[in-house]
Structure formats: structure tokens, C-alpha cells
């Protein structure tokens, strides 16, 4: 069984740019969340996907946006990216999506950093 | 709306001592609660979550309802506790994690 999986592991942008990031859910999971975690802070949750359906949303700007795939891998865009989106971005997986109880399991993360 | 509070960044004990990692939460709702640990160069693992109300690693926590409290305890502190410890709180349609600042727990020889 493979664990959570992200690319890459590290990324430079300017303001202004464009970044997409990738994720590869554990085997048999269907749900994907994407959080953001800044220097020193815990992680923030963006969104989270289920069966390719976004399932919910945190205080994020519309220029954070994903997608999940049919195989349950997930992508998280940002758009004009920001001085203050320097951040740790990790993605976790999970069995269920609405009302699951089950446990949500970290990927490594992928550390961008915008100039 | 959710809050976690850490108030301790930092914290530092001897090998041997007892630990214990405060966590206070903020919700309206029954809080379903987490602590997960980050060793160094590893990722983030869930260590225990208090409907379980298991012992992990020599680990404890007990959900306090009146004081809004979910503190860390350990009798003995071993050196490989040494990692950064975040609370969380479940809740949500997404079943979403909100976490708190974190303690980086350093355990001494």
C-alpha cells in the first residue's frame, strides 16, 4: 500500500505567476484535502474534494482552485500567485468525504516560495 | 466559528519528566479532537484522536468539555518525543481539520 504522494517537492515563482500542484491519494481513498501551512503556523485547510466534487471550502480567494480525477489524485492551482502564498502546501487523503470519520493521511508536502 | 489555541511554541523537558501539551478549543458544536506529530524530516502522523481514548506511545489525552481543553500527557518524556505537536479539531461538511500553532516539544538528556 503507497502513501500520500506530492510534486514536486519544491517550487520557485514570481508574483504574478501561475502554479499548479499535484497529489496522489493513498490506495482506496476517494477524498483529497489541500491545506496551507505558513513558517511557524499550523496548517490552514484550503478545500477538500470527494468523488471529483468539491466538498468544501476554507477562507481562500477563488484564485485557489483544484481538481480531483477519476483515479482520486488531485491538483491545486493558484492563480497570480502572492508574496504571502510562500507557504508549506500539504495534501491529505481519506475514505469518505461528507460525515467520514476515518483518519486523514499527510503527504510530504510541497514548499513554494514566490519572489 | 472553530479556534485551536497552542500557547506554548516551545517547550522543553528532561528525559524522565513528566510532559504535558495544553490545547484549548473554540466550537459550538460536540468537538471531535486530534493531536498529530511531526518527527523531524517526516510528515505529519495522526497520534491520537480522544474518541479512541487509546494510549499512544505512552501518550494520553482527555477531552475536558467544561474547560474546552485537550491537553498531551505523557508520565516519562523520552528523547524520541523530541517532534512538533499540533491539535486539531474536526468539523464541517468537509470533516475538515482545524489545527492549532503548534509546540515544538525538545526532550533533553
Known amino acids: 500500500e503507497t502513501g500520500v504522494t506530492q510534486s514536486p517537492t519544491h517550487l520557485i515563482k514570481t508574483r504574478g505567476q501561475q502554479v499548479t500542484l499535484r497529489c496522489s491519494s493513498q490506495?482506496?481513498?476517494?477524498?483529497v484535502s489541500w491545506y496551507q501551512q505558513a513558517l511557524g503556523q499550523g496548517p490552514q485547510f484550503i478545500f477538500q474534494?470527494?468523488?471529483?466534487?468539491?466538498?468544501g471550502r476554507g477562507n481562500f480567494p477563488p484564485r485557489f482552485s483544484g481538481l480531483q480525477f477519476p483515479n482520486y489524485s488531485s491538483e491545486l492551482n493558484v492563480n497570480a500567485l502572492e508574496l504571502d502564498d510562500s507557504a508549506l502546501y500539504l495534501c491529505?487523503?481519506?475514505?469518505?468525504?461528507?460525515?467520514?470519520?476515518?483518519?486523514?493521511?499527510f503527504g510530504p508536502g510541497t514548499r513554494l516560495t514566490v519572489l | 466559528a472553530q479556534r485551536v489555541t497552542q500557547p506554548e511554541k516551545l517547550l522543553s523537558v528532561f528525559k524522565g519528566a513528566p510532559v504535558e501539551l495544553k490545547c484549548n478549543y473554540s466550537?459550538?458544536?460536540?468537538?471531535?479532537l486530534f493531536w498529530y506529530v511531526q518527527y523531524s524530516r517526516q510528515r505529519l502522523q495522526l497520534l491520537l484522536r480522544?474518541?479512541s481514548r487509546e494510549s499512544i506511545k505512552g501518550f494520553t489525552a482527555d477531552l475536558n468539555k467544561g474547560e474546552t481543553s485537550f491537553h498531551l500527557k505523557k508520565p516519562f518524556a523520552q528523547e524520541e518525543d523530541s517532534a512538533m505537536y499540533y491539535c486539531?479539531?474536526?468539523?464541517?461538511?468537509?470533516?475538515?481539520?482545524?489545527f492549532g500553532s503548534g509546540t515544538q516539544l525538545t526532550v533533553l538528556p
Open positions: 491529505a487523503s481519506s475514505v469518505g468525504g461528507r460525515s467520514s470519520t476515518d483518519t486523514q493521511y
Open positions: 486539531a479539531l474536526r468539523s464541517g461538511s468537509a470533516r475538515q481539520l482545524t
Open positions: 474534494y470527494y468523488r471529483e466534487e468539491e466538498n
Open positions: 490506495s482506496g481513498h476517494n477524498t
Open positions: 466550537y459550538s458544536g460536540s468537538p471531535e
Open positions: 480522544h474518541i
